[in-house]
């Protein structure tokens, strides 16, 4: 890599984490083009000539995420369950340094149309990455043979996102949106999995049923949590009662 390339690799890594900085402070709609040039020490010329614009960095940001998590170490005797629970620790790990930015991004992700294209890439990246690992556990005869790994990976995407949901709206803490999300994940992989895939899951699952039946007894659960107005009722239902 030339000098050049150096100084172009260290400003795009100074934009991007003034980036997650930024908008852990401002959010989306308070991200100005003009503060993060400033945050980075760079120029606004520089930002749209580097990236293109603010939907663009963000991508960008969340890019590295699936990167980061694509490039893990795996040693070569990983189970398939063990590549999978690496690559989900890593991204809670990822949650767990910069919470904040990621709680901004819950609008971005399921409200803003203009943020669209950016929650296509990453989902793209993520279910690509379980995509691979179920293919090699289906050619291994560890996944059903009749389970299409797409859909798998697509369906434990749309687990760890109610998760994610969840813990950004303040439903639960860090801890618990691992074991709720990780619980979940478990008990659609315990359907499709065979041999020792199968035995991972199973134990994890055993595992993790006494913190989930706390957190059931609790309603803090976003699968167990009685809907408001169904409590509403409940209790109007008593006060007439008496």
Known sequence: MGLLD?????RRARILAAARTQLAKHG???????????AARVSVPTLYN??????????????????????????ADTTFFGRALLGFDTGMAMIADAPDFYRRLIPL?????????IRQRTELGFVALMTANLTAARDAGQLASWADPRVVAGHMWAQYMAAFL?????????????????????????GVARGRFAEEVGATLEELAPSMTALADRGASPLTKEPRH?????????????
Do not use: N
Request: contains cysteine.
């Open 50 to 75: 580097l990236f293109g614009g603010k939907d663009a960095i963000l991508a960008a940001a969340m890019a590295e995420s699936v990167e980061r998590v694509a490039s893990r170490a795996v040693p």
């Open 28 to 38: 989306y709609d308070g991200l100005t083009m003009r503060d993060l040039a400033q």
């Open 166 to 190: 969840h813990w950004g709206t303040g439903g639960c803490s860090l801890e618990e949106f691992r074991t709720i999300a990780l619980s979940g994940i478990c008990h659609l992989l315990l």
């Open 6 to 10: 150096e100084h172009k690799s260290e």
């Open 109 to 117: 992700f399921m409200i803003s149309p203009e943020a669209r294209p």
């Open 230 to 242: 169904a409590r509403a009722s409940a209790d109007a239902a008593a006060d007439s009662a008496d």
